[in-house]
């Protein structure tokens, strides 16, 4: 069995109850020496101390699972609802090829699109190589009111390629032609639009070949062209929003996404969407997890989920914050929220909406969401004012279909397998 280290989750755990090491250990049964080292991540988590966390602090054993077994333990919790969670904990970690097998069999991806949502999911949603060539890119265009034209002279220099940047202003918002080699962009489009969608098509000219080897490893063609397009705005992400310029604004704002996006002239969404990348080995921001939803409840997009999985089939936890911010369109909303499995985390959330395309036309609606561990909070703006203890934290879960919350007041059915009793003699409080 492979050595698990925690320290990160029990430090978190230790902290949010408020204990010393000395009352913690006390708690757990062993030595305030033996839990200082596991929490320094110089012993491993042993499977005596894993059952004695579990029972002393009431937390699921995925608490202590490490970010890559995460997804896999909600899976086989949505397989098998009747099996303790330690157990399912212990497969995981134990036999990840079954765990990973079991979860694809009852299942299935439904779609190139969940192959490829996975595909980022193992990434955490940093590729350093294409990270590293936007950011050299960006670097050699300068400042943000020059990038526009010199993007286009540089697709016009390294790829061949003329751009128009008066396409209909109905039209779409790129569109090339290969025979005469020119990419026309819709007219109305902002600079930083304008340099993403230029961006987007010099990586698929330009860094082809490197494109080509990060999806080598797919399968399916269908979901090779699908991860193929998502790298490519991966890139233009990486132009248009620097990694290292990107990173130094948010320490300094404390990841303000308003002052972010003011900054770099680019969109709340958009720079939600790249907060949740920055991993750069040495270089590392806030862990985050970042979602879109729309007003049905649907996720559009999630990355980095680092932790939290709300699958794209199930609709989500009507307690969770990013609902409530349809409601409250001109400012963010906040939560502290606890998963079943006790992992704690601090969520912004907030509504955002395309521009109008005339009186009859539909409008765009979603509400994106940035969330972190609790553990990681007091370095967002966000967390100021805000009682920051798990026991204070809202409950939510992965939806009804997954959640294993059998009282909770919200839930609209019950959990997925596991066996329906009727009372006939009681009438439930709904």
Request: glycine content about 6%; hydrophobic content about 40%.
């Amino acid at each position: 069995m492979a050595q698990h280290f925690a320290g990160g989750r029990i430090h978190t755990l230790r902290r949010g109850a408020r204990l010393t090491q000395a009352e913690m250990a006390r708690r757990i049964g062993v030595s305030t020496s033996y839990l200082n080292q596991l929490e320094n991540d110089q012993r491993p988590i042993s499977v005596s101390v894993l059952l004695a966390l579990t029972q002393a602090f009431d937390v699921d054993a995925g608490y202590f699972a490490p970010e890559s077994d995460v997804e896999k333990l909600t899976a086989l919790r949505g397989i098998f609802p009747d099996v303790p969670a330690d157990q399912l904990s212990d497969l995981a970690t134990r036999y990840p090829d079954l765990a990973r097998g079991l979860s694809t069999r009852f299942n299935p991806a439904a779609n190139p699109y969940d192959t490829v949502r996975d595909y980022f999911f193992s990434t955490r949603s940093y590729i350093h190589d294409l990270d590293v060539a936007g950011e050299e890119l960006a670097t050699y265009l300068g400042p943000i009111h020059l990038r526009a034209g010199r993007m286009a002279a540089a697709l016009e220099s390294d790829a061949g390629v003329n751009v128009n940047f008066r396409g209909d202003a109905t039209g779409h918002r790129r569109r090339y032609d290969p025979l005469t080699r020119t990419l026309t962009l819709r007219t109305g489009l902002n600079e930083a639009q304008l340099c993403f969608e230029m961006a987007l098509h010099y990586a698929l000219s330009v860094h082809q070949d490197l494109l080509d080897s990060e999806v080598k490893d797919l399968d399916a063609p269908d979901a090779r062209d699908v991860a193929l397009l998502g790298l490519a705005q991966y890139f233009a992400s990486a132009v248009t929003l620097p990694y290292s310029a990107v990173l130094e604004v948010a320490e300094d704002t404390r990841y303000d996404v308003d002052r972010i996006a003011s900054h770099f002239l680019a969109s709340y969404e958009s720079t939600c969407h790249r907060l949740s990348s920055l991993q750069r080995p040495g270089a590392k921001g806030v862990p985050f997890n970042f979602v879109r939803i729309d007003r049905a409840g649907n996720v559009s997009k999630r990355q980095s989920a680092r932790g939290v999985n709300f699958t794209a089939d199930s609709a989500t936890c009507p307690l969770w914050v990013v609902h409530r911010a349809f409601e409250t369109p001109a400012r963010p909303t906040r939560q502290v929220a606890r998963m079943p499995d006790g992992r704690t985390y601090l969520w912004v959330a907030r509504y955002v909406s395309s521009p109008t395309r005339g009186f009859t036309a539909p409008r765009r609606e979603f509400a994106v969401a940035l969330g972190c561990e609790i553990s990681q909070a007091h370095r967002l703006v966000y967390s100021d004012g805000l009682n920051l203890s798990p026991d204070a934290a809202t409950e939510i879960g992965p939806g009804c279909r997954l959640c294993p919350r059998e009282q909770c007041a919200q839930r609209a059915f019950p959990q997925e397998g596991r066996r329906v009793v009727v009372d006939f003699h009681s009438s439930q409080r709904n």
